[in-house]
């Protein structure tokens, strides 16, 4: 007996805030031969629908082809497309075909609608993929599949400071022509910015699935499992908070955030010439000259600068200028292209019961729930603190100050100086095991805080040297030589067993850190972990700097 068609089909579905004629949420794109562009009625509701044709171009590799072969490709070709859009109350729904979805306006685009579906519909227990981005210095953007699913700790979602972007899996389709047709299946969603899911062949159905979706959105996810998912999302460029927290952005730019927290931290582009970088330029009004950010990026620089911009154009103004890392001492020798300077700042304010965050040049903002959870587990593992013994760090004013410390600590018996001390690995270049050994093979990681809160260079050290000594047996013999020409004799453990971050400048605790910094913290912590290495912290006692 051959099976009865379903009466939907797959269709890609998005979303957008009502207030405009249907045909503005459609852009205007050279190439497109229409066939059809008018108004029409869908069981009442007023619609609109455009099709068409829209040239795709040649792709970039048959000019190679071509000049390999000497046979020219008229690789171009007319791909259909078809957009139906349906005012449904506050919201424009629009449902695509072929490649509709490339005429579509993405400035107007309501980036969470498959997402909330997904929340509140997605079965917890039967998740096939999940993609998200990292809110650290790595901007690492990670795509986490199980084809016949998993649970939602088999993807190792970060409460706080990882943004996900979709998800996948199967779904209850309660209310929706599909339900009633296939006797209450489950069908695999795909949720995103936008929503893969099967919808009604006839108007009355259609009209009906599309009317379903929006009546789930608007439903609580108290109850949803996956309601975590939601914490951490990024502002839309027409969100109203916006004013204002470039009007905080500001004023902290000049020196004056009473509310707020402002710091520097390396840009993905830049994060991998960390240990390279020697000296910082800044391309200002078109004239490269050096920006004295110190070793450890402070910020200070930076508002010292702002201070002489009116508050008005200050944030324009951050957008404008560029910085590039050298890796000489002069602003010479360029490691990367120049990166606004917007992107190196991170910058942290409170609206209401929301964390607003500034990160990688785009403001995100972070559910009060996620913040207290991570700052309960921060305060708990900052409590974990080492027994080693540090003289008061004080300040030189010298380059080199940090190394100047390191060696006053391993003037006591059993300490060994290891900063500037390199090892070198098919897979690490270049990376430091720890600026200081302790008496129990302890490896101590050195930094002066400062201002500059977000400490992921310090954290991204202590990962890259255990990360190295646990995988590459190579790291564990150069490790060895170098203890053993330092204290002949001493030999150091295969396997290194305590990390231990030590700081002055600031106290390990809560309120100095960042949220994204108390995020990518907990990360290192559990990526330690599962080498079986313990962490433990200490705090320095120092006097501090000298205000220029």
């Known amino acids: 007996m051959s099976r009865q068609p379903l009466p939907t089909s797959p269709m890609s579905l998005y979303r ?13 794109c050279a190439g497109v031969t229409v066939e059809h562009d008018g108004p029409l009625t869908i069981n009442g509701a007023r619609a609109h629908l455009l099709a068409g044709t829209r040239v795709v171009a040649a792709p970039a590799w048959s000019a190679q082809v071509t000049g390999l072969s000497g046979v020219p490709l008229p690789l171009t070709r007319s791909a259909p497309f078809a957009i139906v859009l349906v005012q449904l109350g506050d919201w424009v729904v629009a449902a695509t075909w072929g490649g509709g979805r490339h005429l579509l306006d993405d400035v107007r685009m309501d980036e969470d609608f498959g997402l909330l579906f997904g929340i509140r519909r997605l079965d917890p227990t039967r998740l096939r993929a999940v993609g998200s981005s990292l809110l650290d210095v790595s901007a690492r953007t990670v795509q986490t599949s199980y084809p016949s699913g998993s649970t939602v700790p088999g993807f190792r979602l970060d409460p706080a400071g990882e943004l996900v972007t979709h998800l996948s899996g199967m779904a209850d389709m309660t209310g929706t022509t599909y339900h ?27 009209l009906s699935d599309l009317e379903t979706i929006c ?35 500001a004023e902290a730019l000049g020196g004056d ?30 004239v490269p000259r ?47 292209r120049p990166i606004s300077l917007d992107r190196w700042l991170v910058f942290e304010t409170g609206i209401g019961d929301r964390t607003m965050c500034l990160h990688q040049g785009r403001w995100y903002e972070i559910g009060q729930d996620a913040v ?85 260079h310090l954290f991204t050290q202590a990962r890259v040297s255990v990360w190295a000594q646990r995988l590459e047996p190579d790291a564990v013999r150069q490790l060895d030589a170098k203890v053993n020409r330092l204290d002949t004799g001493r030999r150091v453990p295969e396997r290194p067993r305590t990390v231990v971050l030590a700081a002055a400048g600031r106290r390990w605790t809560v309120d100095e850190l960042f949220t994204l910094s108390q995020v990518e913290l907990l990360r290192l912590n559990e990526d330690l972990h599962q080498h079986g290495v313990e962490l433990r912290f200490a705090d320095i006692p120092f006097v501090p700097k000298a205000k220029a």
Request: with cysteine.
């Open 215 to 249: 009546r789930v959105i608007d439903q609580s996810d108290e109850n949803s499992p996956l309601r975590f998912l939601s914490r951490v999302r990024p502002l839309r460029a027409d969100d109203v908070r916006l004013p204002l927290l470039e009007l905080r952005l």
């Open 180 to 206: 009633r047709a296939t006797g209450g299946r489950q069908y695999r969603v795909r949720a995103g910015s936008s929503l893969g899911i099967q919808v009604g062949h006839s108007p009355k159905a259609f």
């Open 257 to 286: 955030a009473p509310h707020s927290r402002l710091a520097m931290c390396w840009p993905a582009a830049a994060a991998a010439h960390v240990e390279a970088t020697n000296s910082f330029r800044v391309e200002d009004r078109g």
């Open 372 to 456: 207290q959870l991570v700052r309960d587990r921060v305060a708990e593992l900052v409590s974990n603190k080492s027994g080693l013994s540090f003289p008061v760090w004080v300040p030189t004013g010298k380059q080199d100050d940090e190394h100047r410390y390191c060696a006053l600590v391993a003037e006591q018996p059993g300490y060994l100086c290891l900063d500037r001390d390199f090892g070198r690995t098919p897979m690490h270049p270049r990376f430091e095991f720890a600026d200081v050994l302790g008496p129990n093979d302890e490896l101590v990681h050195v930094k002066w805080l400062g201002r500059a809160t977000a400490a992921s």
């Open 16 to 28: 957008f805030r009502g207030g405009l004629p249907l045909r503005d949420y459609v852009t205007r």
């Open 290 to 336: 050096p920006l004295d950010l110190g070793a450890d990026l402070d910020v200070d620089a930076v508002t010292t600068r702002f201070t002489r911009v009116p508050v008005f154009a200050r944030v324009n103004e951050l957008k404008r200028v560029r910085v590039v890392p050298c890796s000489d001492e002069h602003g010479e020798e360029p490691l990367t």
